[in-house]
T-cell receptor, first 113, second 116 residues
Framework: AQSVTQLGSHVSVSEGALVLLRCNYS??????LFWYVQYPNQGLQLLLK??????LVKGINGFEAEFKKSETSFHLTKPSAHMSDAAEYFC???????????FGGGTRLMVKP | EAGVAQSPRYKIIEKRQSVAFWCNPI?????LYWYQQILGQGPKLLIQ????????DSQLPKDRFSAERLKGVDSTLKIQPAKLEDSAVYLC??????????????FGPGTRLTVL
């Protein structure tokens, strides 16, 4: 069984500030971890994924995430928020038993000018 | 490269009516997924196809939902009869192989269903 918990359904930051979106996972086998972004009325777009290579993963639009096995975490960060980053962000987990993605509840990021 | 196509984008029906959604995956992708995303929640997998065979449909409410992927390309998802709680966005996704968890899933824009 696998599950994902995203702490904070809403996060608000000022433009230029650090973005930190939290994700904790539960998996009985080594996980693969993903961050997706969803803009209004659009589908999900992959930001980055962890597939057991480097623990620090760099993605698109300046985002990165670090896999920490001891903390079962995969938090998403970006050094400086931009207005265009305002969206819903989803963390998801899968494993080699299949390609079934289990998503967290999502975090809505708001960026203030 | 064309992305995952879905139609219609929006659908409004009354409860007990039937509705169908269509999905065309990225060319060459063997695996196709249907997800249900209720407002304020993350997507939940309904069914996964590998070519034209079902891999996982454990979360599909089979008394009212059905899906098919004839010829291993396009897919349709049907709800009959619809209930109020079926109001959601239905997302289709595809991946190249899907047999290993690391494969990236590419999502379509979704169909927003409102059941009145």
């Amino acid at each position: 069984a696998q599950s994902v918990t995203q702490l904070g359904s809403h996060v608000s930051v000022s433009e230029g500030a650090l973005v930190l979106l939290r994700c904790n996972y539960s998996s009985s086998v080594p996980p693969y971890l993903f961050w997706y972004v969803q803009y209004p009325n659009q589908g999900l777009q992959l930001l980055l994924k962890y597939t057991s290579a480097a623990t620090l993963v760099k993605g698109i639009n300046g985002f990165e995430a670090e896999f920490k096995k001891s903390e079962t975490s995969f938090h998403l960060t970006k050094p400086s928020a931009h207005m265009s980053d305002a969206a819903e962000y989803f963390c998801a987990v899968s494993n080699n038993a299949g390609n079934m993605l289990t998503f967290g509840g999502g975090t809505r990021l708001m960026v203030k000018p | 490269e064309a992305g995952v196509a879905q139609s219609p984008r929006y659908k409004i029906i009354e409860k007990r009516q039937s509705v169908a959604f269509w999905c065309n995956p990225i060319s060459g992708h063997a695996t196709l997924y249907w997800y249900q995303q209720i407002l304020g929640q993350g997507p939940k997998l309904l069914i996964q196809f590998q070519n034209n065979g079902v891999v996982d449909d454990s979360q599909l409410p089979k008394d009212r939902f059905s899906a098919e992927r004839l010829k291993g390309v396009d897919s349709t998802l049907k709800i009959q009869p619809a209930k109020l709680e079926d109001s959601a966005v239905y997302l289709c996704a595809s991946s190249l192989r899907g047999q290993r968890g690391r494969d990236t899933q590419y999502f379509g824009p979704g169909t927003r269903l409102t059941v009145l």
